[in-house]
């Protein structure tokens, strides 16, 4: 095995999809995401994974249950699984965030280039066990 290791804040701003899958091992995911100005990942609940998100560029929002934080360049946030939460883009230019799932979401190596193609294809494309290595 040899794991993933590379400049996530570089990989993070360098990164134009909505969601672009990284690495998946067997027990964590890594996703590099990208909202647009207005856009936001949608509200949602993972009820059997928690969530780390690490955002790296722009201006946003994040809801998790009744509250609501704002996030910049640095911020970190975790969304303890069973609970519904959203990420919002609040700002004039994209919002660029890493996000952490354990136990994985999504295949590995998936690529969506918009929200609009990833629910379109959220059901062929949730995680079947496979991994990186």
């Known amino acids: 095995m040899k794991g993933y290791h590379d400049d996530i804040e570089q ?29 936001e990942i949608g ?9 780390f998100f690490r955002f790296e560029e722009g201006k946003g929002q994040v809801d998790i249950d009744d509250n609501t934080y704002d996030v910049v360049d640095g911020s970190g946030v975790i969304v303890p699984a069973g609970s519904r939460h959203n990420v919002r883009n609040i700002g004039d230019g994209p919002l660029k965030l890493y996000t952490l799932y354990g136990p994985p979401e999504h295949k590995d190596g998936i690529v969506q280039s918009t929200k609009a193609e990833a629910e379109a294809r959220h059901h062929d494309e949730e995680w079947d066990g496979e991994t990186t290595e």
């Open 11 to 39: 990989q993070t701003t360098g990164n134009s999809d909505f969601r672009r899958v990284l690495y998946t091992g067997n027990h964590l995911q890594l996703v590099l995401m990208t909202l647009q100005p207005g856009g």
């Open 43 to 51: 509200s949602e609940v993972h009820e059997d994974r928690d969530q």
